[in-house]
């Protein structure tokens, strides 16, 4: 694991971002953790986090040509971390992310002033990639995507925090249509790179090396129940 993740890690698990117990989430799936990015809003929090994405970001784009001119957060979490990310990317590489912008949707269109549905950066004939905290279901990132479609953008990529590494919930849990994740899907849909600061696999393999045995056994447990085969 690079250093930049493992020091996120540490953050996550000492901000509290990442607990242990019991959860009921969204789906009606029991989780022995859960993680909450909006937890973040300490400004040296928020550095971390901005930090980790823009490291997370510029790796992949120099081993992987990925290149964009716009770093688009989805309303309203997304808002946040577009700004800070892109400015934390411009400190890594002035040159390469400088002159790059951030822009994000109004949930509602604005009938006065400017006008419309996107505040920052057109998206029109602009290569953008997405950055959000989570991609559950993946409701909420295809709505991300079909806005940039509308606007003219071309998706290029799409960066989370934080990766479950579970199957899509369906209507029968029992009888999953597909072992895929939601964000395997996105990528195959779409035929772009889908990336994460971290992973499940990631807290797993922590939580075995600190000797915490029994979240790491919780975490196992439900990753063999509910994990994704791509």
Known sequence: MSSYKADFLQTCLSA???KF?????????QSPYFFNAGLFHRADLLRS???AYAKSIKEYADTHNLAFDVLFGPAYKGIPLAAATLDKLADLDEGQFGKCSYSFNRKEAKDHGEGGK????TLKDKKVMIIDDVITAGTAIREAIDIIEREGGQLMGIIVAFDR???APSKSENQNDSR????GQVQKEHNIPVLAILTLADVIGILKGSGSAEEAAA??????KYGASG
């Not at 117990?21 to 799936?29: A, H, P, V």
């Not at 996107?118 to 950066?121: A, D, F, L």
């Not at 975490?219 to 063999?224: F, S």
């Open 16 to 18: 509290s971002a990442i």
């Open 21 to 29: 117990g019991q959860f009921t989430l969204k789906s009606g799936r």
């Open 219 to 224: 975490l196992t447990a439900y990753r063999e």
């Open 180 to 183: 895929m994740s939601a964000i």
């Open 118 to 121: 996107i505040v920052g950066s």
């Open 165 to 167: 590494m579970e199957t």
């Open 49 to 51: 986090l901005s930090l």
